[in-house]
T-cell receptor, first 118, second 111 residues
Framework: EPEVTQTPSHQVTQMGQEVILRCVPI?????FYWYRQILGQKVEFLVS????????KSEIFDDQFSVERPDGSNFTLKIRSTKLEDSAMYFC????????????????FGEGSRLTVL | KQEVTQIPAALSVPEGENLVLNCSFT??????LQWFRQDPGKGLTSLLL?????REQTSGRLNASLDKSSGRSTLYIAASQPGDSATYLC??????????FGTGTRLLVSP
């Protein structure tokens, strides 16, 4: 069964360092998302991406964050200069469509990348 | 502001019990509602999705219902098992974009 894959599963970095989290969405999906979950808290929306551009972003997604789809398969989240409060589990998700033409619009999530900032 | 709340926050039951998890949402322009399971330190596993035009969905021992007028969804788990122990999350989608997640219900089923 197709699945969303994320790498690395765990990354430890020093404050101020750049981090890139990678995701391979399901191959025929068109909408891509990043979410994060700080330990013990809700899963929070960061950004959605469609047709090679950001379609929506949250207040959390400031200038320190960027997303890219560098080729036909990968979807990346970059944090330019990490802070202690960026420590969280980051989830990538994808969906085929917004639910038109009978598609349910179900989002499929990866296993997550745990980021620890020291 | 769109909000999703789940009650109870935690639930502990003996094996074999039937149980109900509750989810409330504030945005009535719901597109669909998705229930997820999350094991500690792990990813999100989709359990059920209910479209706004549907009243319920079933998968095995799980049944999810949706009442748009009251802004509520319930997840019913029949004959609970220790392997059902996890955190259950509901998430509302109001457009073709993001899901908004609830606070989660942490379930413990004891043998």
């Amino acid at each position: 069964e197709p699945e969303v894959t994320q790498t690395p599963s765990h990354q430890v970095t020093q404050m101020g360092q750049e981090v890139i989290l990678r995701c391979v969405p399901i191959s025929n999906h068109l909408y891509f998302y990043w979410y994060r979950q700080i330990l013990g808290q809700k899963v929070e929306f960061l950004v959605s991406f469609y047709n090679n551009e950001i379609s929506e972003k949250s207040e959390i997604f400031d200038d320190q964050f960027s997303v890219e789809r560098p080729d036909g398969s990968n979807f990346t989240l970059k944090i330019r200069s990490t802070k202690l409060e960026d420590s969280a589990m980051y989830f990538c998700a994808s969906t085929l469509s917004g639910g038109y033409r009978g598609n349910t619009g179900e989002l499929f999530f990866g296993e997550g990348s745990r980021l620890t900032v020291l | 502001k769109q909000e999703v709340t789940q009650i109870p926050a935690a639930l502990s039951v003996p094996e074999g019990e039937n149980l109900v998890l509750n989810c409330s949402f504030t945005d009535s322009a719901i597109y669909n509602l998705q229930w997820f399971r999350q094991d500690p330190g792990k990813g999100l596993t989709s359990l059920l999705l209910i479209q706004s035009s549907q009243r319920e969905q079933t998968s095995g021992r799980l049944n999810a219902s949706l009442d748009k007028s009251s802004g509520r969804s319930t997840l019913y788990i029949a004959a609970s098992q220790p392997g059902d122990s996890a955190t259950y999350l509901c998430a509302e989608r109001t457009g073709f974009q993001k899901l908004v997640f609830g606070t989660g219900t942490r379930l413990l089923v004891s043998p």
